[in-house]
């Protein structure tokens, strides 16, 4: 059950509504904006809670994923993205998917000096760490933080291979240490890349960097000799569906070595948020929206299924497959994505008074 603001979008915002907590008996909201028993804050500003967290390595258990750990220095994303797959996890925190996912960041300052430890710990055997899986580590708070970035400098010391993936310009930043890292083989960057229409962006994806700065910063990392790599995802059927083709293109032309795609889905609380999202904003399209998004996903918007609910199935979702296919070989033909190198993982030395510390 859903706990409306007023019905309206909000400036900013992916969600225009909290969703309920599974995990709580009680939730909070505003009714509507003249509500008597308002019990929201005045000031609706995203808050930042420092997080002392005691991991920052997390095995993965999805076989649809390449890399088998991730990490993530923020849980919540300022990006605002209505489609997240990643707000549910915000319950867990005894947040709402909804706005509070957008609004209630959770900083996790401690991060590099956790996976410092992990590595000084002699049980670890280097692979590939997917660098975020969930929220995007590059997301406005990381200005200010730097928690990325202090990471970034922990792979490089210890000469540990990572991919990235994000969405936001602000991972030029870095450039200076992923140039170092890509010169031995041991960093790649996947921009997620939707949409070229600004107008939808907007709405979609608000608080992102445009299409154009994201192909922008294709073409910089490619230039440092960093891998890069394009995400064209989600894609939702009526409203960028159509781009793909262009959106691969212009992926190619800017440097990248190689693209994948996604087809949206909406699990658990991500359901009320996108459905909320689409009415108000493409309310004419809405139901043909829903309805090819069910037909990729055995009837249902929400799909868990291993090896098939990345990318759906069904008249839909073959169609995309074809497109797709055909695209990339023709721009990508050639080109591909290299191994990460694991051979030149070293710790520090360590002291003779640190052995007796």
């Not at 692979?127 to 490089?156: A, H, K, W």
């Not at 107008?199 to 960097?209: F, G, I």
């Not at 309805?291 to 055995?298: P, S, V």
């Not at 990508?332 to 640190?354: A, I, S």
Request: glycine share 8%.
């Amino acid at each position: 059950m859903g706990m409306p603001i007023d019905g309206n979008p909000i400036k900013g915002r992916g969600a225009n509504t909290q969703v309920a907590n599974r995990f709580l008996q009680h939730s909070y909201g505003i009714v509507h904006w003249e509500g008597i028993d308002e019990v929201e804050e005045e000031n609706p500003a995203t808050r930042y809670l420092p997080e002392h967290a005691k991991t920052i390595v997390n095995k993965v258990g999805s076989p649809d994923v390449r890399m088998n750990w991730s990490m993530n220095p923020y849980q919540g994303c300022e990006h605002g993205c209505a489609y997240c797959y990643a707000r549910p996890t915000h319950e867990y925190w005894g947040y709402s998917a909804g706005l509070d996912f957008e609004r209630v960041i959770i900083v996790k300052r401690n991060a590099p000096e956790l996976l410092r430890a992990t590595f000084m710990d002699r049980k670890w055997k280097p692979e590939p760490i997917m660098f975020s899986g969930n929220t995007d580590c590059y997301q406005p708070v990381e200005r200010r933080e730097g928690i990325t970035r202090r990471m970034l400098q922990v792979l490089l010391e210890f000469r540990h291979p990572a991919s990235m993936i994000t969405k936001n310009a602000l991972v030029l930043r870095d450039l200076d240490i992923l140039r170092e890292m890509a010169a031995m083989n041991l960093v790649s960057v996947a921009i997620s890349f939707t949409t070229l229409n600004e107008e939808l962006r907007r709405v979609l994806e608000p608080r992102t960097s445009t299409g154009l700065n994201r192909l922008k910063v294709m073409e910089a990392l490619t230039k440092a000799g960093v891998p890069v790599f394009a995400m064209i995802a989600p894609i939702i059927p009526a409203l960028n569906e159509s781009e793909v083709p262009a959106l691969i293109e212009a992926a190619a032309n800017a440097g990248a070595v190689g693209a994948g795609y996604t087809v949206v889905r909406t699990n658990g609380a991500v359901k009320p948020v996108f459905e909320a999202w689409l009415r108000a904003h493409f309310p004419d399209r809405a139901e043909k929206v829903l309805a090819q998004i069910r037909d990729a996903h055995g009837g249902q918007v929400n799909d868990s299924r291993y090896g098939r609910r990345m990318r759906g199935e069904g008249h839909f979702a073959e169609n995309i497959r074809q497109v797709f296919t055909l695209v990339r070989r023709r721009h990508f033909h050639g080109r591909h994505l290299p191994e990460l190198d694991c051979t030149l993982f070293k710790r520090p030395e360590v002291g003779q008074l640190d052995l007796f510390g």
